[in-house]
């Protein structure tokens, strides 16, 4: 039963990626390829005066250099916008912008050969203050709702920075590219999706788009970092110039350099409230550095300007969104998309309230939380089911971890060897409420296609199910197995690698591909059953009394069984696409029903702060979160559990920080991440509601998790030191308390 749908399915690549025998893209080797390396800008911002790429043919084995006289079609791509130069040919507006790329026999020669390319800068003043780039915005926006003016009795006001967060997977980018003999190449790539890879490469290479076969390679993490192109045009160029596969692996300095990350924050908010504690208004600037090109900017302002107010019920409201464009690195999509940024705000907001009305945090949040009916700041309906008043419920049940022991000092904030004296740490609990939208929102197309067959081979019936979507880690290997499983009633089941040959699944983001990848495999199992029930009912019993269990067609109150073997014969195919319903764009006033569903999540966390040393512990991280049904319950929870930690990163030590534009220390030794001694076992409490416009009832639950844990656990940390602490991450130095508070 672990092998359909709600049973904890194992996935079918987890021993090889727990035993290091997976076939990552970086793995790739095909006889006689060569190495490819790029060649970046030092500077944030500079003209490009000289490019000599000479020298670079006096290494050994170097067989081309790439530069942007080499690119015969467009010479910009981008996953909204084309505005981003496949290589500089005059301006570089970002640190480690490609200028050229070079391809050699080996990759020692192709580092010494990008080593060698001589650039010559005109060093321009960088713009890296977003605050003096409002002139120049990539979108502005502005959602206004009820009374804008309306005033509570209570008034509270805060500003908020968030630092730029990097996804930080482990398998860097990499990518094997080999010309084809029709003219075209194939290319093979860790990435989120296929076919915006596809269309951008080939619109680069003037190619048409089935010249240009993307298949996925092996993906080590993404969290949004592989949604836009990076390597991919460099590699298939290189391959075409040179006529052999080329193969491009980022070192781990260049994937700092090479990807987008978080989307910066500054955010000034004001709450108003009733004296008994209901919210009468909410506004809000939020001002987001895009960087230096567009990426996602635009859909990611979407999101944080209209759940800028958080789920709750909010009468009036002025939110105003900005991103703009910087000569820092560009930002795009990371986990949470948006709506991390704003969450840290709003439930700071919420704390300070609670605290100006004397109220408990977690009823302050009882009394606004959204219900079904409630209108959001963009007059989008709360439809039911949407348990947020739920999630609050569960996660106050979790019981309190105790207190540490005092005699054990690797209990105490620091660890062994710190000296943290007991008397002076303190321990600190803080909750936090928000939601996530589902799927892509204002009014986008966002369908995803899959195929399923069914067949006999040497006498045992088997489904082969082939789908673009990525996978990334999220699941899909074991859920469309599953679905499969489920609907068809088969045990042997073969999902195809993800590739361009069948159409778009869209992105593996936004917490969509349960959603609209599973429902299309769904649906073309449903069309595969109802083809086998109209041949089963050729012997002599309708087509609706057949079901189909355990590799057989049973039609039980005619006492009738038969093999499903005698009933597929020479195959049965069936491909089908799945669309959820509608959403709509933003009017003038941010107006309109722009978003699919929503997930909502509560967490709290525990710390213990060293007032002295500013250290501090994370005890217990718990949450509550809405999943619709759990269909892969083992999955589910490595992905809450992992959004969780990686949101407690962002909120005690995940920081890529730049000075003047430049990235400082662009490796793991500096861009410090949670390990397994800095994070307890997560509590996770899951709250079933299905919701009856999905498939199975199921909620996407991959970015869910990582929008309110960076809030609770920075919260817990106020609690403990009384500091106010409007930046994330926290730093020690933010966490020192001269006296006890």
Same mark, same amino acid.
């Given at each position: 039963?672990?092998?359909?749908?709600?049973?904890?399915?194992?996935?079918?690549?987890?021993?090889?990626?727990?035993?290091?025998?997976?076939?990552?893209?970086?793995?790739?080797?095909?006889?006689?390829?060569?190495?490819?390396?790029?060649?970046?800008?030092?500077?944030?911002?500079?003209?490009?005066?000289?490019?000599? @790429?000479?020298?670079?043919?006096?290494?050994?084995?170097?067989?081309?250099?790439?530069?942007?006289?080499?690119?015969?079609?467009?010479?910009?791509?981008?996953?909204?916008?084309?505005?981003?130069?496949?290589?500089?040919?005059?301006?570089?507006?970002?640190?480690?912008?490609?200028?050229?790329?070079?391809?050699?026999?080996?990759?020692?020669?192709?580092?010494?050969?990008?080593?060698?390319?001589?650039?010559?800068?005109?060093?321009?003043?960088?713009?890296?203050?977003?605050?003096?780039?409002?002139?120049?915005?990539?979108?502005?926006?502005?959602?206004?709702?009820?009374?804008?003016?309306?005033?509570?009795?209570?008034?509270?006001?805060?500003?908020?920075?968030?630092?730029?967060?990097?996804?930080? +997977?482990?398998?860097?980018?990499?990518?094997?590219?080999?010309?084809?003999?029709?003219?075209?190449?194939?290319?093979?790539?860790?990435?989120?999706?296929?076919?915006?890879?596809?269309?951008?490469?080939?619109?680069?290479?003037?190619?048409?788009?089935?010249?240009?076969?993307?298949?996925?390679?092996?993906?080590?993490?993404?969290?949004?970092?592989?949604?836009?192109?990076?390597?991919?045009?460099?590699?298939?160029?290189?391959?075409?110039?040179?006529?052999?596969?080329?193969?491009?692996?980022?070192?781990?300095?260049?994937? +700092?350099?090479?990807?987008?990350?978080?989307?910066?924050?500054?955010?000034?908010?004001?709450?108003?409230?009733?004296?008994?504690?209901?919210?009468?208004?909410?506004?809000?600037?939020?001002?987001?550095? %895009?960087?230096?090109?567009?990426?996602?900017?635009?859909?990611?302002?979407?999101?944080?300007?209209?759940?800028?107010?958080?789920?709750?019920?909010?009468?009036?409201?002025?939110?105003?969104?900005?991103?703009?464009?910087?000569?820092?690195?560009?930002?795009?999509?990371?986990?949470? +998309?948006?709506?991390?940024?704003?969450?840290?705000?709003?439930?700071?907001?919420?704390?300070?309230?609670?605290?100006?009305?004397?109220?408990?945090?977690?009823?302050?949040?009882?009394?606004?939380?959204?219900?079904?009916?409630?209108?959001?700041?963009?007059?989008?309906?709360?439809?039911?089911?949407?348990?947020?008043? /739920?999630?609050?419920?569960?996660?106050?049940?979790?019981?309190?971890?105790?207190?540490?022991?005092?005699?054990?000092?690797?209990?105490?904030?620091?660890?062994?060897? !710190?000296?943290?004296?007991?008397? !002076?740490?303190?321990?600190?609990?803080?909750?936090?409420?928000?939601?996530?939208?589902?799927?892509?929102?204002?009014?986008?197309?966002?369908?995803?296609?899959?195929?399923?067959?069914?067949?006999?081979?040497?006498?045992?019936?088997?489904?082969?199910?082939?789908?673009?979507?990525?996978?990334?880690?999220?699941?899909?290997?074991?859920?469309?197995?599953?679905?499969?499983?489920?609907?068809?009633?088969?045990?042997?089941? /073969?999902?195809?690698?993800?590739?361009?040959?069948?159409?778009?699944?869209?992105?593996?983001?936004?917490?969509?591909?349960?959603?609209?990848? =599973?429902?299309?495999?769904?649906?073309?199992?449903?069309?595969?059953?109802?083809?086998?029930?109209?041949?089963?009912?050729?012997? =002599? @019993?309708?087509?609706?009394?057949?079901?189909?269990? /355990?590799?057989?067609?049973?039609?039980?109150?005619?006492?009738?069984?038969?093999?499903?073997?005698?009933?597929?014969?020479?195959?049965?195919?069936?491909?089908?696409?799945?669309?959820?319903?509608?959403?709509?764009?933003?009017?003038?006033?941010?107006?309109?029903?722009?978003?699919?569903?929503?997930?909502?999540?509560?967490?709290?966390?525990?710390?213990?702060?060293?007032?002295?040393?500013?250290?501090?512990?994370?005890?217990?991280?718990?949450?509550?979160?809405?999943?619709?049904?759990?269909?892969?319950?083992?999955?589910?929870?490595?992905?809450?559990?992992?959004?969780?930690?990686? %949101?407690?990163?962002?909120?005690?030590? /995940?920081?890529?920080?730049?000075? %003047?534009? !430049?990235?400082?220390?662009?490796?793991?030794?500096?861009?410090?991440?949670?390990?397994?001694?800095?994070?307890?076992?997560?509590?996770?409490?899951?709250?079933?509601?299905?919701?009856?416009?999905?498939?199975?009832?199921?909620?996407?639950?991959?970015?869910?998790?990582?929008?309110?844990?960076?809030?609770?656990?920075?919260?817990?940390?106020?609690?403990?030191?009384?500091?106010?602490?409007?930046?994330?991450?926290?730093?020690?130095?933010?966490?020192?308390?001269?006296?006890?508070?």
């Amino acid at each position: 039963m672990t092998e359909r749908i709600g049973g904890s399915a194992r996935r079918p690549d987890g021993t090889a990626k727990a035993t290091g025998t997976f076939t990552y893209a970086n793995d790739l080797i095909v006889p006689g390829m060569l190495h490819g390396a790029t060649v970046r800008c030092p500077h944030p911002h500079a003209r490009l005066v000289a490019l000599d @790429v000479t020298p670079a043919y006096a290494v050994a084995g170097v067989v081309r250099v790439a530069t942007s006289a080499d690119v015969p079609g467009n010479p910009c791509y981008g996953l909204d916008v084309t505005d981003q130069a496949v290589f500089v040919s005059d301006v570089a507006r970002y640190h480690g912008e490609p200028v050229a790329a070079v391809a050699a026999e080996t990759r020692a020669a192709a580092e010494a050969g990008a080593r060698a390319v001589v650039a010559t800068w005109e060093v321009l003043a960088p713009l890296t203050d977003p605050e003096l780039a409002v002139d120049d915005t990539y979108r502005h926006l502005v959602v206004e709702h009820g009374d804008p003016e309306a005033e509570g009795d209570v008034v509270v006001e805060g500003d908020y920075v968030i630092g730029v967060q990097d996804q930080a +997977f482990l398998a860097p980018e990499a990518a094997l590219a080999v010309p084809a003999a029709d003219g075209g190449v194939d290319l093979t790539v860790a990435t989120q999706w296929l076919h915006v890879d596809q269309r951008q490469v080939a619109d680069c290479l003037a190619l048409p788009s089935e010249l240009v076969r993307v298949t996925l390679g092996g993906v080590g993490g993404a969290f949004g970092g592989r949604e836009d192109v990076t390597l991919q045009v460099h590699c298939s160029l290189l391959a075409m110039l040179t006529g052999k596969p080329v193969k491009m692996v980022y070192t781990r300095q260049e994937s +700092f350099l090479g990807h987008v990350h978080r989307h910066p924050a500054r955010m000034h908010y004001r709450h108003t409230a009733t004296r008994d504690g209901r919210l009468v208004s909410v506004s809000a600037r939020i001002l987001l550095d %895009g960087g230096a090109y567009q990426s996602s900017s635009w859909a990611v302002v979407g999101n944080a300007t209209t759940m800028a107010a958080g789920p709750y019920a909010v009468p009036n409201a002025r939110l105003e969104g900005l991103v703009v464009r910087t000569n820092n690195p560009p930002n795009g999509a990371m986990r949470g +998309f948006g709506v991390v940024q704003v969450c840290a705000g709003h439930e700071a907001q919420m704390d300070r309230l609670a605290a100006a009305l004397d109220m408990d945090p977690l009823q302050l949040r009882e009394i606004n939380a959204v219900r079904p009916g409630d209108r959001l700041p963009t007059g989008q309906e709360v439809v039911d089911p949407s348990p947020a008043h /739920e999630v609050l419920a569960e996660l106050a049940q979790i019981p309190l971890p105790a207190r540490h022991d005092e005699a054990d000092e690797l209990l105490l904030p620091g660890g062994q060897g !710190r000296c943290a004296d007991p008397a !002076r740490v303190r321990r600190g609990i803080g909750i936090a409420l928000g939601y996530k939208n589902i799927a892509f929102s204002e009014g986008y197309d966002d369908p995803s296609t899959a195929h399923v067959r069914l067949e006999v081979v040497d006498g045992t019936v088997r489904a082969v199910v082939r789908s673009a979507c990525a996978e990334v880690g999220q699941g899909f290997v074991t859920l469309a197995r599953q679905i499969v499983r489920s609907e068809l009633g088969v045990d042997e089941v /073969e999902l195809l690698q993800a590739d361009t040959s069948i159409a778009s699944a869209g992105s593996t983001s936004a917490a969509r591909q349960t959603w609209v990848s =599973g429902g299309a495999v769904r649906m073309a199992c449903a069309a595969v059953a109802d083809e086998l029930r109209v041949r089963a009912a050729g012997r =002599g @019993v309708p087509a609706g009394a057949w079901e189909l269990l /355990e590799g057989r067609a049973v039609a039980s109150e005619a006492g009738e069984s038969v093999p499903l073997g005698e009933l597929v014969g020479d195959g049965v195919d069936a491909e089908r696409t799945y669309r959820h319903h509608p959403t709509t764009g933003l009017d003038a006033r941010g107006q309109g029903s722009p978003h699919v569903a929503f997930a909502y999540v509560a967490h709290r966390a525990v710390v213990d702060v060293d007032l002295d040393l500013g250290t501090s512990r994370l005890v217990q991280l718990a949450t509550a979160q809405d999943v619709g049904r759990a269909l892969s319950p083992l999955g589910l929870l490595g992905q809450v559990e992992g959004g969780s930690v990686q %949101g407690a990163g962002l909120a005690l030590m /995940e920081e890529l920080v730049l000075d %003047g534009g !430049r990235v400082l220390g662009p490796g793991f030794g500096d861009y410090l991440l949670p390990t397994t001694l800095d994070v307890p076992d997560v509590d996770v409490r899951l709250v079933e509601v299905p919701d009856p416009r999905a498939p199975y009832g199921a909620k996407g639950v991959g970015e869910a998790p990582h929008v309110s844990s960076p809030a609770a656990v920075v919260a817990a940390l106020r609690a403990a030191t009384g500091n106010p602490l409007t930046r994330l991450p926290v730093r020690p130095e933010d966490l020192v308390v001269e006296e006890t508070p």
